[in-house]
């Protein structure tokens, strides 16, 4: 989603809008908005809990501080990848939000997921690809033809009445993407015909008190527990100056590379997943501090 946020950014910065981002991670610090805010006119935080539930509040007055004290143009909400779609689009077009802004677009990106024997594919996506407008299925280069064709059927059947768009590296043109479009009646009334719930994952933010060893560390993130499903942050390593960002999105995604950001944000990893042994993970985790 970041990398299609920045192309975004960077396309509305040269057609001269102002453009205000509301960033929201269910953990304690926002990485992302470090890399937004070198292209969008303002970035609010919204940290510490997701925005279709215990964040939610951070919506409006996030709004009302980019609109009217920052009077952007357009304001994207980045939501974290555990809300609930419905609940969010109850929470920007209730009355307070609506007298701010109009929802002009809501988009999912996603990746094929090849899911166990006996589970239906696609299912764990099923209730955002039916709200989205728009669909993108990222990371195309990591599957094979006939793993896209079965993750595609599975997406037309459940997409609503949402565009698909199949790309790597978020490669969308933002001018099709961005262009109106007229929206099937969804079955609800007014703006609160959701109310869907359903567990969160874990959401843990780990301060890094000071560098990692790389070694151990690398034995670490090349063996994460089953149940962890995404780990992102920052860090330094034992003899090196450089600041890394750490991605990883289950099932295949590990990446580690040098960033730089106009004001660093404080080492630390948030890792979200379920049913996996947290403790354990965090304890192995703590070895890898140099003073450890």
């Not at 959701?194 to 063996?223: N, Q, Y």
């Not at 106009?262 to 003073?291: F, K, W």
Request: glycine share 8%; aromatic share 6%.
């Amino acid at each position: 989603m970041t990398t299609l946020l920045m192309r975004l950014l960077a396309f509305w910065r040269d057609a001269g809008k102002r453009v205000g981002v509301l960033m929201n991670e269910a953990g304690a610090i926002s990485l992302d908005s470090a890399h937004a805010g070198a292209l969008a006119a303002a970035v609010r935080n919204i940290t510490g809990g997701c925005v279709c539930c215990d964040a939610r509040d951070g919506i409006g007055e996030g709004l009302a501080e980019l609109v009217g004290q920052q009077q952007v143009d357009v304001v994207v909400l980045e939501c974290s990848g555990i809300a609930d779609i419905e609940e969010v689009i109850e929470a920007v077009t209730d009355p307070v939000c609506l007298a701010l802004v109009r929802l002009e677009k809501v988009i999912a990106v996603i990746e094929p997921t090849v899911p166990p024997a006996g589970r239906p594919i696609g299912s764990r996506y099923r209730t955002l690809v039916q709200y989205a407008d728009e669909v993108i299925v990222n990371k195309q280069d990591l599957y094979s033809s006939a793993e896209q064709k079965r993750f595609r059927t599975a997406i037309v059947r459940d997409r609503g009445h949402a565009r698909l768009w199949q790309v790597s590296q978020a490669a969308v043109d933002p001018v099709p993407l961005l262009q109106p479009r007229e929206r099937r009646a969804k079955q609800r009334v007014g703006n609160v015909a959701f109310g869907s719930t359903r567990a969160h994952p874990m959401v843990t933010t780990i301060p890094l008190t000071g560098p990692l060893h790389r070694g151990r560390f690398t034995e670490w993130f090349d063996h994460l527990p089953v149940g962890l499903d995404r780990v992102k942050g920052v860090c330094r390593f034992s003899g090196e100056q450089q600041l890394y960002e750490i991605q990883y999105a289950s099932p295949v995604t590990r990446w580690i590379g040098v960033v730089q950001f106009r004001q660093e944000p404080d080492p630390a990893l948030v890792l979200i997943g379920q049913n996996y042994n947290q403790t354990q993970c965090h304890r192995m985790l703590q070895t890898c501090l140099l003073s450890a």
